[in-house]
């Protein structure tokens, strides 16, 4: 240690060159602001070095907090000896601060980072190079307390760089999510103030009226909206953390748009031109895509974001207010349920939500049911009660079915919930027209047979809880149907004759669930392992009566195999023996060994194929498949 304190380089050598770094670093800074002021195109090679910034700033944080350790054990004796190191160690810290805070300034100006987060640890992670430069410049000099001071000061700014850098990557409140009361309001400090949590009592109460007030009094803003946003977009577009100079977080703020874009946020009154919605609407793979991370908008979400746009963005609108069509409610239960735990959730809660229908007045009702009866009359479909105990409604298209397509189907919408029985076989609707069909929450019997509807159109019946009969007899369905019919508690039966799903994936489904599965084709069943054990002792009644069964669909395949295994004993003497088998019982005892090569040869179970093949074809009768 004492060589190298002998032969280091000249202070002022060491001074001069420390301050000519410093002035190179703060040239390429004003050089990055100079190239890029007018707005940066992300990508290329610089970009990719930016990138390396989130590596490369750990490197100046571990050697400054050493450079201060060192300084405090070099006041002790028997640590005095660190101290000979402390000026290596800073030129270190002064150097890798230096690459770092140049590519950080590179990567905020190339992906256009700002926000109060951004800024303070831009300021702070700068004064981290000055101070370090400081106690450099000090150390060579020999000039311990400023030395020492310098390196304070810069331990300080680099836990603070690293604090409000660790609140734009997270929450503001990230990290005093579980301090002490005392210590949020110092932890907080240019990230806004402390948020006031309600007390227990307060929220439990709060929750209990939101899940009781009605989905069509609810305010879209700020029940949808504004979950939608913190899920997906604010993370990225809040007062801390301002990416492409929009912020989200609030309604003014959004309506504001991004600073100096030709391109509106949100067009109040069309949603169809409001950046929001088409940047959710991009491909996925599209650099515009948004978010570029994460899950994104389901499509509920995005329903109801063009649905609250397109009413005019306001924060005092209600569900009830985004317009007369009954599909609107429950897209505002699948967007809670979505936010309160999922698909399944939503599912749930669509079923429990209560019946708009219910709160109708009798006037509006009656309107309703003339309204469709006029539909009924004019393109001759039917439209009737269950029965006259049940005012419930059961429809028939049979008599329209050439005519009956998806824009004939949604005239059924202001009746929706009261259909229980919905028969659209050999109609024209398509997958578009389960999008009405999913607004029958109540419905029981499905028919599709003979349509254009797939999985596809399928998966939007997911909701419908009651449903217990589907049938989907030459339909362009196929093995995703199971899926759907996952989430279906109460569908007991379906038909899918003539479709493309696997008869094994159906029946291996429907031994998984409580559901009958109709495929048109009886699969063998697979039990081989008895055979041999019944052959021994007395249960040889059971091969003598499966010989003559097989005798009839011998004569294809089954006798030419037969007459190749049995020239080892007498060949011909077995047949004419096994006629008078069935009747006679006493020959038993004296063929029971003989029996035992014609069952290897016998129970090659293709006989039992023609068995279940006529079976296929006794379904055949009811091609309609309605019970």
Not at 261 to 270: M, R
Request: hydrophobic content about 45%; charged content about 20%; some cysteine.
């Amino acid at each position: 240690m004492s060589s190298f304190v002998k032969h280091q380089a000249p202070a002022k050598t060491s001074v001069k060159l420390a301050v000519l770094i410093g002035i190179v670093w703060a040239a390429l800074l004003a050089g990055i602001w100079f190239a890029y002021r007018g707005g940066a195109e992300q990508g290329g090679f610089l970009h990719f070095i930016a990138r390396f910034h989130v590596l490369m700033v750990h490197l100046p944080i571990g050697l400054i907090f050493l450079v201060a350790v060192m300084e405090a054990l070099g006041y002790f004796t028997v640590f005095s000896h660190l101290r000979a190191s402390i000026p290596f160690v800073l030129w270190l810290s002064f150097l890798s601060g230096v690459g770092a805070t140049v590519i950080g300034y590179l990567l905020m100006t190339l992906e256009d980072y700002s926000g109060r987060a951004m800024d303070l640890h831009l300021y702070f992670g700068l004064a981290v190079v000055v101070f370090t430069l400081f106690a450099l410049v000090f150390a060579v000099r020999g000039k311990r307390f400023l030395s020492g001071f310098g390196t304070a000061l810069a331990a300080f700014a680099t836990a603070a760089s690293g604090h409000f850098g660790g609140a734009m990557v997270h929450e503001p409140d990230y990290l005093t999510e579980h301090a002490p009361a005392a210590l949020k309001p110092a932890l907080l400090i240019g990230l806004g103030g402390v948020k006031e949590e309600p007390a227990a009592a307060g929220e439990g109460e709060l929750s209990a009226a939101v899940v009781e007030k009605p989905v069509g009094e609810r305010l879209v803003y700020e029940d949808f909206v504004v979950p939608i946003l913190d899920k997906t977009c604010n993370e990225c577009h809040n007062e801390n953390k301002i990416k492409g100079k929009l912020r989200m977080d609030t309604h003014e703020l959004l309506l504001a748009g991004a600073e100096g874009s030709d391109y509106p946020t949100v067009v109040p009154g069309n949603a169809d031109e409001s950046e929001l919605i088409v940047r959710v609407l991009l491909p996925h793979d599209d650099d515009e895509f948004m978010p570029p991370q994460g899950d994104p908008l389901q499509a509920p979400e995005v329903e109801l974001l063009k649905l609250w746009i397109n009413a005019g963005a306001k924060t005092d609108t209600t569900v009830a207010q985004l317009g007369e069509d009954p599909g609107i409610a429950e897209i505002a239960t699948r967007v809670a349920a979505i936010h309160a735990g999922g698909a399944t959730e939503a599912t749930a809660e669509v079923a429990a939500a209560p019946s708009v229908w219910d709160s109708l007045p009798d006037e509006e009702k009656a309107a309703r049911m003339a309204e469709v009866d006029e539909a009924a009359e004019k393109y001759h479909f039917s439209v009737m009660p269950v029965s006259a105990e049940d005012d419930r409604l059961r429809v028939n298209v049979i008599n329209a079915a050439k005519d009956f397509g998806d824009d004939q189907l949604k005239m059924l919408e202001p009746v929706a919930e009261r259909i229980v029985w919905l028969d659209l076989a050999r109609s024209q609707v398509t997958d578009a027209g389960m999008k009405t069909v999913r607004l029958m929450r109540d419905l029981e019997r499905l028919h599709l047979e003979n349509t254009a509807v797939t999985d596809q159109g399928v998966a939007e019946l997911a909701s419908l809880a009651n449903l217990e009969y589907i049938n989907l007899y030459g339909t362009k369905v196929g093995n995703g149907i199971f899926e759907t019919f996952a989430k279906l508690p109460n569908l007991k039966k379906a038909y899918v004759w003539q479709t493309s799903v696997d008869p094994a994936e159906a029946k291996a489904f429907e031994r998984s669930v409580n559901l009958e599965i109709n495929t048109g084709v009886d699969l063998p069943a697979p039990p081989p392992a008895p055979a041999p054990q019944e052959i021994k002792g007395a249960p040889a009644e059971k091969p003598a009566e499966k010989k003559p069964e097989e005798k009839k669909p011998e004569p294809a395949k089954p006798a030419a195999p037969a007459a190749a295994d049995a020239p080892k004993p007498a060949a011909a003497p077995k047949p004419v023996e096994a006629k008078p088998a069935a009747p006679a019982p006493a020959g038993k005892p004296a063929e029971a060994p003989k029996p035992d090569p014609a069952a290897k040869t016998a129970p090659v179970e293709k006989p039992a194929d023609p068995a279940p093949k006529p079976a296929a074809v006794a379904p055949a009768p009811a091609p309609g498949g309605k019970p």
